[in-house]
């Protein structure tokens, strides 16, 4: 791993789970960690409902765009976390990958955002605590 661990965020459209867990990754980390997002499939926009629900806990992700998921990504990550998008995406050898079953929040109520959000608050700040703990 570099002295500054690379971390990819992937789901499928990249308006919701992932860019919520890129938000929490720059701000728990305080910018220790690279981070990134993509989608198998991006979609137009951000999930409104998820921008609302990170408001909420202090996180502005209203500058996000969904952008599609790119090998060269991949290859640059330490951590690579999917997030619903199956076998869409590469894999390379040497890389650490990890599979992070979550709801999604698309066409979702803020309640089940809010539930959402703090499931991948936790499993970030998890992730965030043990890659600075290895740099």
């Known amino acids: 791993m570099s002295e500054r661990p690379t971390t990819l965020f992937v789901c499928v459209h990249n308006a919701g789970r992932s860019q919520m867990a890129a938000g929490y990754a720059r701000e728990l980390s305080g910018g220790r960690i690279d981070v990134l997002s993509g989608g198998s499939e991006p ?13 909420e806990d202090g996180i502005d992700i209203t500058d996000a765009v969904p952008q599609r998921l790119a090998t060269d990504h991949v290859a640059a990550s330490d951590v690579v976390i999917t997030m619903g998008c199956g076998d869409a995406c590469p894999v390379f050898p040497g890389k650490r990958y990890e599979d ?9 109520p803020i309640e089940v955002v809010r539930n959402i959000r703090d ?3 936790s499993r970030v700040r998890a992730l965030v605590y043990e890659l600075l703990a290895h740099s």
């Open 119 to 121: 499931d991948i608050k």
């Open 100 to 108: 992070w079953e979550l709801e999604d929040p698309a066409g979702q």
């Open 43 to 55: 979609g137009d926009r951000i999930n409104p409902v998820a921008i609302e629900a990170m408001a």
